[in-house]
């Protein structure tokens, strides 16, 4: 291992990382396809895509940690919401996860991109007022909040992804949640959904340990950074690029689909 792999993995990782605390997502839709593509553009070793998908598991995992760490002060957690929708979507993950079994790659691939697009339609729908509301006094619909991250849920577990980037703008325009709170909650959830993925690589073996390890000490230094750069940008600027980021990866899936 010499330090330009440590040096390309570890910036993959701080690059993820940051926009994950930044934006309360989980990073691997970054970060997959930067492991994927850019270490054999410099001549490195290329990584395999059970490789890739175990490395950002344990990563995604870190990474909402050192989130969620950065927004614990503040009011932005909302514990309800977070007890609510993170017990809704680990059940939909384990649903989901068990029933991909039975379904072709085409189908998977397909649930994917519906989900996804629905995500970037549901981001640029005008949010008015949510973020006018003091975070002591958000109120919202906990049935309608289970319900829906049980959706998300089995759709991530179908496609193997955590699915806060379908979290948030369920939050934003179903539940009108405030936009940090919105992003701290949604790392606290995307943590518990993560849960089960990293074990689940993990106890099958399928991580890379150096550049997984590499990955986490950059994923806990960028985290939190992002959460601060978070917490200063304007709630409109930090919803354009959610939105600009979900409809990119909307346009990918479907590009791959087709």
Request: no cysteine.
């Amino acid at each position: 291992m010499d330090i330009t792999f440590i040096l390309t993995i570890f910036l993959i990782g701080f690059i993820g990382s940051y926009i994950s605390g930044m934006l309360g997502i989980g990073g691997s839709i970054i970060k997959y396809p930067m492991l994927l593509y850019i270490p054999p553009l410099f001549g490195l070793a290329a990584f395999t895509a059970h490789e890739v998908s175990g490395i950002s598991a344990i990563q995604v995992f870190f990474a909402t940690i050192g989130g969620v760490w950065a927004y614990r002060k503040g009011g932005y957690l909302n514990k309800s919401l977070i007890t609510y929708m993170g017990a809704s979507i680990l059940i939909g993950s384990f649903i989901g996860g068990y029933g991909s079994k039975l379904m072709s790659e085409d189908g998977i691939n397909i649930i994917y991109g519906i989900l996804a697009l629905t995500a970037a339609v549901m981001m640029f729908i005008p949010k008015k007022g949510i973020d006018d509301v003091p975070l002591d006094q958000v109120t919202f619909n906990k049935s309608l909040a289970a319900i829906l991250a049980l959706i998300v849920g089995v759709g991530a577990g179908i496609v193997g992804a955590a699915g806060a980037f379908l979290l948030v703008p369920i939050m934003l325009v179903i539940l009108k949640i405030p936009t940090r709170m919105t992003i701290a909650s949604s790392l606290a959830i995307t943590f518990i959904s993560s849960i089960g993925a990293t074990v689940g690589k993990i106890t099958t073996g399928q991580i890379d340990y150096f550049p997984a390890f590499i990955m986490i000490v950059a994923s806990l230094i960028a985290s939190p950074l992002g959460v601060m750069t978070g917490k200063k940008m304007n709630t409109k600027i930090l919803q354009f690029i959610l939105a600009v980021l979900i409809f990119s990866t909307a346009v990918k899936i479907w590009l791959d689909i087709l």
